[in-house]
């Protein structure tokens, strides 16, 4: 997409929106302005950046881990941006480093006799590992995980941006603003067909004039199915078409009311879900290695839990778990942390090193990862509505997927086409016809 191409005008850069300040608007912000293109870019964000999972995950990388999945070429290729942004961001900056990675498996109470299999000692299993573990296995070395501190490397990247001209905006979208649009032109409609294509992005009751617009909202993105519709050729009301687009400040109640009534969806099976996770930063009295421990936790009742445990660079230690099914709630400001389920966590954690059963608790936190039905990520264009792009559903590997996803989305927009991986599998156009079967991640 070379201009905008409205109104005769010879806009050079398209006027990008990216909907949505986690690590994947981000991530596409910073490639964008790699591209040269930061001027043209507008990141909104309705809380602060990195507010919700984007700035609560734990930030380990795989390099291999996705590889019997489709999303293998695509994970192999961020963990070697992941490489690239260190440098270039600088490695302290983002808590980049690359780390040890085990799995470990623990008791509450250790098999009768009192011998539980002591695996301390062993280079493996470093000494602040302490507790009754009764299996462990290595699982990544240096040379294939690595870890950054989630929140840092997302702001590092807007900041990135923003220094060479992207604009960060306050503010909830509400909408899209689309018109009409032949196909063939420079709208992303096939040719011989009619379709839409962006114009605007409804920003807090005020259209932003755009000639893209990105949806990255994370678990919220599901909301875009209703902002995607054919238009009056399809049978909507829509009045967004006639003379509205690229007017800047106009209030946009009437445009927004208009898309959301009537017409069809043109992706009527997008449906993105949310994870819920609790999560709680420790900070122990003595140093922890790079040791990442994916655990398995049987307590003496029998109940088996499985949280990971993340030792960060700046001393602290994060640890996640107690997964929840519930409904995402309607922003991130909302989403309610629960004490009690910290305390598990923290009681597992401590259980298995002594080291963080009494450290203080610097953060306790919750957050939903995107899942899409298929529990693949959803990247590309919105077939037949010239200019919207999806990025979202990146499940548990959200971090580690970002800076692939953020780079091709900016070679599809300047260039029409992602060329450093195959991203097919992705495509927002499976949504199109209903929901998809569930392939599996
Ligand atoms: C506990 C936990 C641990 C994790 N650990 C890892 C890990 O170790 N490694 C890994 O690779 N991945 C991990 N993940 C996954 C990863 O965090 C997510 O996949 C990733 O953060 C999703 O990023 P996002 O930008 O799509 O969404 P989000 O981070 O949810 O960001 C979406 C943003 O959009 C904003 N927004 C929403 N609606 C609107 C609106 N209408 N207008 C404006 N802004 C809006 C939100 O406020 C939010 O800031 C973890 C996830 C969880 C929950």
């Not at 005769?8 to 990008?16: D, V």
């Not at 489709?70 to 480093?97: F, N, T």
């Not at 445009?255 to 969806?265: D, H, I, L, P, Y």
């Not at 003595?286 to 040791?291: A, E, G, L, R």
């Amino acid at each position: 997409m070379a201009s905008g191409g409205q109104g005769g005008s010879e806009r050079t850069a398209p006027r990008i929106v990216i909907c949505g300040g986690g690590i994947i608007g981000a991530a596409t912000a910073y490639y964008l302005a790699e591209k040269g293109l930061a001027e043209a870019v507008t990141v909104v964000e309705r809380h602060e950046p990195a507010c919700a999972a984007s700035g609560k995950a734990g930030g380990f990388l795989a390099l291999d881990w996705n590889d019997s999945s489709q999303v293998g070429p695509l994970a192999r290729l961020s963990y070697r941006l992941h490489e690239q942004l260190a440098k270039q961001l600088g490695a302290e900056r983002v808590g980049y480093r690359t780390v040890y990675t085990v799995q470990v498996v623990g008791v509450e109470k250790p098999p009768a006799g009192g011998s539980s299999r002591r695996l301390r000692g062993s280079e493996k299993l470093p000494d602040w590992v302490d507790g009754h573990v009764v299996e462990m296995s290595e699982m990544g070395s240096p040379a294939d995980t690595a870890q950054v501190h989630p929140h840092k490397l997302t702001t590092a990247l807007l900041e990135s941006a923003v220094t060479r001209g992207s604009r960060l905006l306050q503010g909830c979208v509400e909408g899209l603003q689309l018109e009409e649009a032949a196909g063939g032109d420079d709208t992303g409609v096939e040719e011989g067909k009619s379709g839409r294509r962006v114009t605007g992005v409804v920003v807090d009751g005020v259209v932003v004039p755009a000639d893209v617009a990105v949806i990255a909202m994370g678990p919220w993105s599901g909301v875009a199915r209703e902002w995607l519709r054919a238009g009056a050729g399809s049978g909507s009301g829509s009045g967004s078409g006639s003379g509205s687009s690229g007017v800047t400040g106009k209030r946009a109640s009437s445009v927004v009311a208009a898309e959301s009534s009537g017409s069809r969806s043109l992706l009527p099976g997008l449906t993105i879900t949310g994870q819920k996770y609790h999560s709680v930063v420790l900070r122990p009295h003595k140093p922890v290695t790079n040791h990442m421990l994916f655990t398995g936790f049987k307590y003496a009742s029998g109940r088996v839990v499985e949280p990971e445990v993340y030792p960060r660079p700046d001393g602290t230690v994060y640890v996640c778990g107690e997964p929840q099914a519930l409904p995402v709630p309607s922003n991130a400001a909302e989403v309610h942390v629960e004490e009690q389920l910290g305390d598990n966590i923290r009681m597992v954690a401590g259980s298995l090193a002594s080291c963080l059963a009494q450290a203080p608790v610097e953060t306790l936190q919750a957050c939903y990862l995107p899942c899409a039905p298929d529990s693949l990520p959803v990247i590309g264009p919105v077939p037949h509505c010239g200019g919207a792009f999806l990025a979202t559903g990146h499940t548990c590997w959200g971090i580690l997927n970002a800076p692939a996803t953020g780079l091709v989305l900016a070679e599809m927009i300047t260039e029409g086409r992602a060329s450093s991986c195959d991203v097919a599998a992705f495509s927002p156009s499976r949504f199109a016809g209903g929901r998809p079967g569930n392939a599996g991640a």
